[in-house]
């Protein structure tokens, strides 16, 4: 069996689905934002529930879909412990197993491109990142990389697997889709033969360009793809978004609403609202139902109603993440949408506990319990 293969042009990103035949669940490794829709589409295909959205690093050439992708559909999150992605729901670490029906994927610690860098093991089949490339490896100069622990991870840790084992890479920019481990022990012309200090020297002398969008993708990749937070922002402050109107801080969320300008819709599941809290006066209209986070077939028939034409629709979730679909489908449906970032509870602190690193609650706005 092989797993699906899909590929980004801009960023000349491979994403890979595996799934188990007999249940149809799934996982997704290193998925694109720009991507989203031609990845729904690929599960709706081929009738999978997706499980699973895996990285193998925090990218610094393109942004991950994970987060909207869980929110989509319901996955969990799954990320390496070391890259500290602190919203991925499962922190990898070496020889953690992912299972999906009656498969599984086992987790590989292959450092050198970054110190988290993870590579996943299906099958015969490997999933390499931007660890091994074919006929290549990913870079060492930036993002806490080693040359001397990428040659380590390709040497001591991926040649060691049977050479029969397919090598499935994060990127290529020349066409080929797949090699083996037989083919680059034998013949990568990084490694191959080579000494560790004639790698290093190798490494050195690539002097290779800052990634283009390294400075807007390494941040939004710590946070699942999705930005959700208000760090730097004023208390009443908006920032520009694509495919909504904005993202905007709960103090001007709560300005809004408080001056008859907006709509406050909560879209978080009833038992959310009961058993954490509620915004008195705001609709409660939920993006998904519990249990099972199925998505609300009467979403856009009860948001049409809760949203007179010429107020805007503010959207509040959790921590900011379920909203941004539902200020998405909310734009499709022609209204002025905004995403609260931050939402009700915000992020989770290092004890993964939430109410204590921003959100409604926690900036002292009006809530009710019970």
Excluded at 39 to 60: F, I, N, P, S
Excluded at 232 to 239: H, K, W
Excluded at 254 to 267: E, F, N
Aim: hydrophobic share 40%; aromatic share 8%.
């Amino acid at each position: 069996m092989q797993p699906i293969q899909l590929f980004d042009r801009a960023s000349s990103t491979y994403t890979y689905l595996v799934f188990d035949e007999a249940t149809r669940e799934a996982v997704i490794i290193d998925p694109v934002d720009e991507q989203l829709e031609r990845d729904l589409a690929v599960v709706r295909q081929y009738g999978l529930t997706l499980l699973w959205t895996v990285e193998t690093h925090a990218h610094a050439d393109h942004i991950t879909s994970a987060g909207l992708l869980a929110e989509h559909t319901g996955a969990q999150t799954a990320a390496p412990q070391a890259c500290g992605i602190r919203t991925a729901a499962m922190q990898l670490v070496d020889g953690d197993l992912l299972r999906f029906g009656n498969e599984v994927i086992r987790a590989l610690h292959t450092p050198g491109h970054t110190a988290g860098s993870m590579s996943f093991v299906w099958r015969d089949h490997v999933f390499t990142g931007d660890t091994l490339l074919i006929n290549g490896c990913g870079r060492t100069d930036f993002q806490s990389g080693s040359a001397e622990v990428m040659y380590h991870s390709l040497t001591q840790i991926l040649f060691k697997l049977p050479d029969a084992t397919t090598v499935w890479p994060g990127h290529d920019y020349q066409g080929r889709t797949h090699s083996s481990i037989a083919t680059e022990r034998r013949d990568n012309p990084r490694v191959a033969g080579k000494s560790l200090e004639e790698f290093k020297a190798i490494m050195a002398a690539l002097h290779l360009p800052k990634p283009k969008r390294i400075d807007e993708a390494v941040p939004a990749n710590l946070s699942s793809g999705v930005r959700h937070d208000a760090e730097g922002m004023g208390v009443q402050e908006m920032r520009v978004a694509a495919g909504y109107a904005g993202d905007i801080t709960t103090g001007l969320a709560y300005a809004w609403w408080q001056a008859g300008d907006a709509v406050l819709v909560d879209v978080r599941t009833d038992a959310e609202r009961e058993w954490v809290g509620f915004v008195p006066g705001a609709v409660a209209l939920a993006w998904k139902q519990w249990p099972g986070m199925a998505m609300n077939a009467g979403f856009d028939e009860g948001l049409r109603a809760a949203v007179p034409s010429g107020k805007k629709a503010l959207l509040l979730c959790r921590s900011g993440v379920r909203s941004i679909a539902a200020a998405k489908r909310a734009t499709e449906l022609g209204l002025e949408a905004y995403n609260i970032l931050e939402g009700f509870e915000g992020d989770p602190d290092a004890n993964a506990h939430r109410g204590y690193k921003g959100g409604w609650r926690m900036r002292g706005l009006p809530w009710r319990q019970g």
